[in-house]
């Protein structure tokens, strides 16, 4: 429960966790409670989950209950869902005909309107037609009509198979059996990894899971990548079912938060859609998570309280002892290591909808060819086919901006930020130099501040200028460019889209955004400008990321009647592993990589922890992560040894926003283990004096080094 409790001058909201009859603290010392908020205990399942977190991810219990919470609870208001009135005829009141009110005439129309909704109307919508509170209270006066409060989110109807709305596709025979194995495991634990190529049916097999188990009365949670839960995807779920499906994002008020938070912990709401916090959401008869794009990125959280919504997702699923899926295009080596141990059931849908195989990957290379904004003559005259056969292209490349870099070409000076190791991004709209680490901007030099010549020129494309190539190149189809920039008005993205769907000849140029989720029928070539930023990284996941991106966006192409091509440039044509991937897809690249991954002792055949360390001096860091290195390798010396500290060594990035980054990494291929000594660390380094003047983490199992 939520109490009040005085904490320094201030009084703030606290949470108990546990009842205990003495205390170390003597009695004089402790203070007593100020007021109890809750009258009934805050959801044990919530409380579960974040002790789970807390104790898994080395991070404060406080802190995790906190975060995992809506705002408005945070800050102490009641657990009541907001109510409105709605209003509608009193026995009399429909007895009455409206004449009988004599001069009272807006009064007269309100009876009116109100006999035309029988099931009432809420205030808003009265006041929203003319008609004032005067007006209603004056009929209420006299017994006419009457309110009721209602919470925002109605209860759930009792038959809900009478309201279908929409009728469920009849499934081919992979979904067919897909399906039928769910429902084997309606009733306990049951992991299932879907792996299906985009527009195989994936969402058709969960909307038919999940009426399986509202129909047992009980709940579905799904997740959905940051920037999947679209409009459109929401609308499908709400238009094959009757009943409540709550939906939270960030776009959505506190108030809001609290009403869905509270309609999930009630049961009120059979579906819950969200995105990563949402498995946070309490379920009053949880039945099934499924956790959507469950290699996607946003899964993960990257400060703070750094969990992973779909470990989590297994994690609470078995708790409740219910079942969960995970469905993706392209698994994550994780998922798929799961499955290939037998842990998962790996069901798989091969076949799209259109019946059109996914398009193959056409490597073209990029060596000793004259570019144009990034692209190359095979390129351009695929566009160029594509637009005079009347169908849409989409050109993708992974840098907002004009062009990643400004250098000198009389002395090759680079424009830098000052804050980070990171070069500054041109961008022409408007004209400015910015960095794209700390989003500190400049404004664009005259001259090269290191010899004073005036030929500054941008290295390389990004998408601003790829579309001003484009649109010299392609003047009479229009060109829409969707990256976070174009994107900032609200809703235009959701117009460019609208606008890109009506089916007209065009070009389309952006970022990951457009990759993820949106369905673009007409599309039928992709062009991806350069395919070479995962192939040499030093992160050992940049492959499986970058590749598993290519995949998605190569899933764009033909999704209707017209099948698709993809072209992807790159420099690097004769490179293994992108050959295996253009020519035997995914699978087996992702096999592979699981080889490598194995040989090299890297997850997911060891569990990591990274341990980090920051400050504005490179000294400090470095000297207290040296400390607690040595410290933690005595510390293992003394026990079984199944642990290895590697480092501490400065961060991919050295300096950011002008603090250094160093880091350590815990490595153990028993996780047991690896938690005793990463729990060590913590404890170590809490304890630690000097650990103050640095901010120090704990990141367990991270997705980026
Ligand atoms: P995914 O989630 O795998 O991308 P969807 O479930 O969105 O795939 O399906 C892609 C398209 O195919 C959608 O337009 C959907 O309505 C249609 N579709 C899916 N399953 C069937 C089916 N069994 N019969 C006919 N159309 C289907
Ligand atoms: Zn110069
Ligand atoms: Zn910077």
Redesign the pocket.
């Given at each position: 429960m939520r109490v009040r409790v005085p904490f320094g001058r201030r009084e703030v909201v606290g949470i108990i966790v546990e009842c205990r009859t003495h205390s170390e603290i003597s009695l004089a010392d402790l203070k007593p409670i100020s007021a109890c908020i809750d009258n009934s205990p805050l959801p044990d399942d919530w409380l579960w989950l974040c002790r789970f977190t807390a104790r898994y991810y080395q991070h404060a219990l406080g802190d995790t209950l906190h975060q995992s919470l809506p705002v408005l609870l945070r800050q102490g208001r009641p657990l009541e869902a907001r109510t409105r009135e709605r209003w509608r005829l009193t026995e009399r009141g429909q007895a009455i005909p409206g004449e009988q009110l004599g001069r009272a005439r807006r009064q007269a129309e309100l009876l009116e309107q109100l006999r035309l909704h029988p099931r009432g109307l809420a205030t808003g919508a009265i006041t929203s037609q003319g008609f004032s509170r005067v007006q209603l209270e004056g009929l209420a006066e006299k017994g006419l009509i009457e309110a009721e409060q209602e919470t925002l989110i109605e209860s759930p109807v009792a038959d809900y198979r009478s309201l279908l709305a929409e009728p469920a596709?009849?499934?081919?025979r992979e979904?067919a059996t897909a399906l039928a194995t769910l429902h084997e495991g309606l009733d306990r634990y049951h992991p299932c990894l879907l792996q299906?190529?985009?527009?195989?049916?994936?969402?058709?097999?969960?909307?038919q899971l999940i009426e399986a188990v509202i129909s047992r009365g009980r709940q579905a949670l799904v997740l959905v990548p940051e920037i999947g839960l679209t409009p459109q995807t929401l609308m499908?779920f709400r238009k094959r079912f009757r009943v409540p499906v709550v939906a939270l994002h960030s776009g959505i008020s506190d108030g809001e938060r609290l009403d869905a938070w509270l309609a999930a912990a009630s049961s009120r709401a059979p579906i819950v859609i969200g995105t990563r916090s949402a498995i946070f959401t309490p379920l009053a008869k949880p039945g099934v998570i499924i956790v959507?794009e469950e290699h996607d990125g946003s899964y993960k959280q990257q400060d703070g309280l750094r969990y992973h919504a779909r470990d989590l997702a297994i994690i609470r699923a078995r708790h409740h002892d219910i079942p969960v899926l995970l469905?993706s295009?392209t698994p994550s080596l994780e998922s798929l290591a799961q499955a290939q141990a037998g842990r998962y059931r790996h069901l798989h849908?091969t076949r799209?909808?259109?019946h059109h195989p996914p398009a193959r990957l056409e490597l073209i290379d990029l060596r000793g060819r004259p570019r144009q904004g990034g692209l190359i003559a095979p390129a351009i005259d695929a566009i160029r086919q594509t637009l005079t056969a009347g169908h849409q292209v989409l050109v993708f490349i992974n840098r907002r901006g004009f062009a990643p870099a400004l250098a000198c070409h009389e002395c090759g000076w680079l424009a830098e930020c000052d804050h980070c190791d990171a070069r500054l991004t041109l961008h022409r709209q408007p004209p400015q130099l910015t960095c794209h680490h700390c989003e500190r901007q400049r404004p664009l030099p005259d001259a090269c501040p290191e010899c004073g010549s005036a030929d500054l020129r941008p290295l390389g494309a990004g998408t601003e200028r790829a579309e001003e190539t484009l649109a010299a190149l392609f003047p009479d189809t229009p060109v829409h460019r969707i990256d976070r920039d174009s994107t900032r008005r609200k809703d235009a993205f959701e117009n460019t889209l609208a606008e890109v769907r009506r089916g007209e000849p065009c070009l389309l140029v952006g970022t990951q955004m457009l990759a993820k989720g949106h369905?673009l029928p007409h599309v039928t070539l992709v062009v991806v400008i350069n395919a070479d930023a995962g192939l040499y990284a030093s992160d050992f996941r940049a492959l499986e990321h970058s590749s598993q991106l290519l995949i998605q966006v190569a899933?764009r192409a033909g999704?209707a009647e017209h099948p698709g091509r993809v072209l992807v440039q790159t420099l690097h044509s004769d490179d293994p592993h992108l050959r295996l991937l253009a020519e035997h897809g995914y699978d087996a690249l992702a096999r592979q990589l699981l080889e490598e991954r194995r040989a090299a002792g890297l997850p997911p055949f060891r569990f990591l922890a990274l341990a980090r360390f920051e400050s504005p001096r490179e000294i400090d860091a470095m000297t207290l992560a040296d400390a607690a290195a040595s410290a933690l390798r005595d510390q293992l010396a003394s026990s079984s040894g199944q642990v290895q500290c590697l480092g501490p060594v400065p961060a991919p990035m050295e300096r950011r926003q002008n603090r250094y980054h160093v880091q350590l990494m815990l490595s153990s291929a028993l996780r047991s283990k690896l938690h005793e000594a990463s729990a060590w660390l913590a404890a170590w380094l809490e304890s630690n004096r000097e650990a103050r003047r640095v901010r120090w983490s704990l990141d367990i199992d991270p997705q980026t080094l």
């Open positions: 596709l009849s499934l081919n979904q299906g190529v985009t527009g195989s049916g994936k969402t058709e097999v969960y909307l499908r959507d469905g295009a849908l799209r909808a259109s369905h899933g999704r």
